[in-house]
């Protein structure tokens, strides 16, 4: 793409007490990118999708959004995290309240959106993933397909630049897996940023311009998916494939 990047990570370190989460990790992400993070369990995927928007501190390195180091002391917190949607395996919605209630809280709390405009735009986000016919329903109402597509629905409603999915279909059942992967795919094709965690490599083959293989807490390898798929370049790569691609 050769744009400007819109994420940066310069020699970043995490520890966990002794343990090291992650080790010298440096990444550009560019405006439109789809980065796909896979790896064994354990291997800081997910430490570093929460490092980018402070979700975990970090030790040591820089972490610059739109060219601001996001440890600055003057940065709004709230403001960084409003451009990054961010998307978790467990959905966390608030179970008391309804599909279109989980949408329009933030835009209203935190935009000062009106009831009238936070639930316009609830409606046609929860219309975009799907499941407008829902909105009334409670997250106890929704299969785990459809709980995971209202928190995309509530990640989308402030306008990101940026969303980040931690492993968004690892808690659901098979045959509901696809329909948050189609909202992804779409999101992807209409030219969202996005980083991702997972373990779906039929969508890392389909959506990814860059394929991320981490072990360890370091990022071992680095390719588009045609390569990383056909050709891995490390034997620890090609083990982990090997194990998880069907033949």
């Known amino acids: 793409m050769g744009g400007q990047p819109v994420i940066v990570m310069e020699g970043v370190y995490k520890y966990f007490g002794d343990f090291a989460a992650l080790t010298n990790i440096s990444l550009n992400i560019e405006k439109g990118q789809k980065l796909v993070l ?6 800081g995927k ?16 820089r972490i610059l959004v739109d060219g601001q180091d996001i440890y600055d002391p003057g940065i709004n917190l709230n403001q960084l995290r409003t451009r990054m949607g961010m998307v978790f395996q467990g959905f966390n919605l608030f179970r008391h309240k309804t599909a279109l209630e989980n949408v329009t809280m933030a835009p209203r709390k935190v935009l000062k959106m009106s009831a009238k405009e936070a639930d316009r735009r609830g409606l046609d986000l929860l219309h975009k993933v799907g499941i407008a016919d829902k909105a009334a329903n409670y997250p106890a109402q929704l299969s785990g397909g459809q709980q995971q597509r209202v928190a995309i629905a509530r990640a989308l409603v402030m306008n990101p630049d940026i969303m980040l999915f ?4 690892s808690a659901l059942d098979p045959e509901v897996t696809h ?9 992807a094709r209409e ?9 779906e490599m ?8 860059r394929v991320i293989f981490m072990d360890q807490g370091q990022i071992i390898e680095e390719a588009p998916p045609a390569l990383f798929f056909e050709n891995p370049r490390s034997d620890r790569t090609r083990t982990f494939l090997r194990q998880i691609l069907p033949f």
């Open 38 to 43: 896979v790896g064994p369990s354990g291997s």
């Open 46 to 61: 997910s430490t570093l999708l929460r490092a980018i928007n402070r979700l975990e501190t970090i030790d040591h390195g």
């Open 166 to 169: 931690d492993e968004p279909t």
């Open 179 to 187: 329909e948050v992967l189609d909202v992804m795919v779409a999101l």
């Open 191 to 199: 030219g969202m940023t996005m980083a991702v965690v997972t373990h």
């Open 202 to 209: 039929g969508f890392a083959r389909q959506v990814a311009d």
